[in-house]
């Protein structure tokens, strides 16, 4: 037996319970991971609420990560002992996810655990960190390099921008970062932000096809209009890695920055990211991402905690990373 968070669905409402399910009520899978920790990212808040049909089909189990034990293992890969971590695949969508004691799922969906770092550090970096980090490695692979100017994080105190902070500043560049919440200023300063600035002065797009030169590069979890506001404000040969889309998919832009400028728009998915470039991410994440800075980020929740939770992250009220602890 396990417990899990079990989302139920009737005449389009979406229903949550913590109930106690019997091992063969997992979904297929040749690796059982017993669950220490997962996380709530933007999209559990989606499927925690019911919205924007990420789920298809009821009794469903959300979270989009986890980090555990294996128990057992059919693959070739995995033995009982062996701890490992999932991001991505759609688990917490179309296959059930992290938000319960026990996980089935294929092998190839694993990576194992990083040597030194816990199952609550690593879903404290969980799938925000891991895109972030993502996004750090599109910009170093496109040339970006400190001395070139400020980079740009939106969303800032969001998991994602929370993250790229934190690695950005340790690798040397000059963050800046974008947030509309007063009260997060001095949390981002503490990851390493040399300066913040309103959400709101880059959230509308001026019109003008160019603007004036600011941003070396960025990291944009938000998407939609600052997406759009901040293409034509890219320095010569600039590039934004661009990621999460919590404002919208919609881009009304020219390709005026593009063309004249040579921006780079680099589209950064955490899903559609092959194992080699897994194992590289999260060494890359033991590497550059200071631990302190992580452990500052984190706010630590129980199943019971994430139906409130789920709706507040919706709501732009959460700080960092939302870690659950699954009890062992």
């Known amino acids: 037996?396990?417990?899990?968070?079990?989302?139920?669905?009737?005449?389009?409402?979406?229903?949550?319970?913590?109930?106690?399910?019997?091992?063969?009520?997992?979904?297929?899978?040749?690796?059982?991971?017993?669950?220490?920790?997962?996380?709530?990212?933007?999209?559990?808040?989606?499927?925690?609420n019911g919205l924007g049909r990420l789920v298809k089909t009821y009794p469903h189990v959300g979270g989009v990560d986890f980090a555990g034990t294996v128990l057992e293992s059919?693959?070739?890969?995995?033995?009982?002992?062996?701890?490992?971590i999932l991001t991505g695949w759609r688990v917490g969508e179309i296959h059930w996810g992290g938000y319960a004691e026990k996980a089935?799922?294929?092998?190839?969906?694993?990576?194992?655990?990083?040597?030194?770092?816990?199952?609550?550090?690593?879903?404290?970096?969980?799938?925000?960190?891991?895109?972030?980090?993502?996004?750090?490695?599109?910009?170093?692979?496109?040339?970006?390099?400190?001395?070139?100017?400020?980079v740009l994080v939106t969303g800032a105190a969001g998991g994602v921008g929370s993250v790229a902070i934190a690695v950005l500043a340790s690798l040397g560049y000059r963050v800046v970062a974008s947030t509309g919440r007063a009260e997060t200023h001095d949390y981002l300063k503490d990851l390493g932000a040399a300066e913040i600035i309103d959400r709101a002065t880059i959230s509308t797009p001026s019109g003008k096809p160019l603007d004036s030169e600011k941003w070396a590069a960025a990291v944009d979890s938000v998407g939609g209009s600052t997406l759009a506001a901040i293409l034509p404000q890219m320095k010569y040969k600039g590039a934004v890695a661009a990621c999460g889309l919590a404002g919208g998919?919609?881009?009304?832009?020219?390709?005026?920055?593009?063309?004249?400028?040579?921006?780079?728009?680099?589209?950064?998915?955490?899903?559609?990211?092959?194992?080699?470039?897994?194992?590289?991410?999260?060494?890359?994440?033991?590497?550059?991402?200071?631990?302190?800075?992580?452990?500052?980020?984190?706010?630590?929740?129980?199943?019971?905690?994430?139906?409130?939770?789920?709706?507040?992250?919706?709501?732009?009220?959460?700080?960092?990373?939302?870690?659950?602890?699954?009890?062992?």
């Not at 972030?132 to 100017?149: F, I, R, S, T, W």
Request: charged content about 25%; overall charge neutral.
């Open 249 to 328: 998919t919609k881009l009304e832009t020219t390709v005026i920055p593009f063309i004249l400028r040579g921006v780079a728009l680099l589209g950064v998915d955490s899903v559609a990211c092959p194992i080699f470039r897994r194992k590289i991410a999260w060494a890359r994440l033991t590497k550059d991402l200071p631990m302190a800075k992580l452990d500052a980020m984190i706010e630590r929740a129980t199943l019971e905690d994430l139906p409130r939770l789920g709706k507040a992250i919706l709501e732009g009220q959460i700080k960092g990373r939302v870690v659950v602890d699954l009890g062992v």
């Open 1 to 48: 037996m396990f417990k899990a968070l079990v989302l139920n669905e009737k005449d389009g409402k979406v229903t949550s319970a913590i109930e106690d399910l019997p091992d063969d009520r997992l979904p297929e899978g040749d690796v059982l991971v017993r669950v220490h920790n997962s996380t709530l990212n933007y999209k559990d808040g989606l499927v925690l």
């Open 74 to 84: 059919s693959h070739k890969d995995w033995k009982a002992g062996d701890q490992v």
């Open 104 to 150: 089935r799922v294929k092998g190839e969906w694993l990576v194992p655990l990083p040597a030194g770092l816990s199952t609550e550090r690593a879903m404290a970096i969980g799938t925000a960190g891991f895109t972030a980090m993502l996004c750090v490695m599109a910009l170093e692979e496109h040339g970006v390099k400190p001395d070139q100017g400020d």
